[in-house]
């Protein structure tokens, strides 16, 4: 098993070109896998880490609803804000600056095949980075993602997910909310829960925080979660 992942930061990236560029990815590590299986062959298969950060987009999962999108095109226009429908799990949700987004592209042979375990080792990961910061957060049974307060009231989504898995290899990830305008959430009805908030590291802090220093732990506590060799 092949547990090197080679680490990427595209900084601030257009949505759609870094789908194109998960997608290439994506894609050959698929079609090695299948050649593997074709040919009898075992070459290794790659794995990616990356983290970008996106102007401000809506994305839709394949199995969302278009009206939790509470802006026409004249109101997107207004927003300077785009709006994609995308092959992921999961229903719509906000990118912009200053939240984190991450793309594990794995094939997850090379660590645990097992989907739901994946989806809570990325919770995880989050979940410490906030605890680095002196934030306490969890999950909220039946719903994906990070919370805080999750037990009462107060309940308020910190990082959202939403993946694509096909022959065990993964692609989209994590929103995690470090100094993002909140405002943009306004605007929809996130992952489809409407009486629900969300918040930031910025906010639960009082203060914004350093980008990549947050990064930096994040990609660690997911590293050492994993096992990965990060290159």
Known sequence: MNKKVEFIDWGLVDYQDAWDKQETLFNQTVALKTQNRTNNTNL?????????????????????????????????????????????????????????????????????TDIHLYLRTLEEAVILTLNDYGIISGRYPGFTG???????????????????????????????????????????????????DVTSVQRELGHPVDMDEVKGKLKNHIASLFGMRLL
Not at 84 to 108: A, F, S
Not at 159 to 188: E, P, Q
Request: hydrophobic share 35%; glycine share 10%.
């Open 44 to 112: 290794e298969t790659p794995n990616y880490l990356v983290f970008c950060e996106h102007p401000h987009v809506y994305t839709l999962g394949k199995s969302g609803h278009p009206e939790n999108l509470l802006l026409n095109e004249e109101g997107l226009k207004q927003k300077e804000a785009t709006y994609y429908k995308i092959n992921r799990g999961g229903d719509i949700t906000y990118h912009g600056p200053g939240q984190i987004v991450g793309y594990p592209i794995l094939d997850l042979d090379n660590f645990f």
């Open 146 to 196: 990070v919370w805080l307060d999750a037990d009462n009231e107060k309940a308020r989504k910190i990082c959202a997910l939403g993946v694509r898995c096909s022959r065990w290899v993964t692609m989209h990830g994590f929103a995690f909310n470090v100094n993002a305008d909140l405002d943009y959430f306004k605007n929809i009805v996130p992952c489809g829960i409407d009486d629900k």
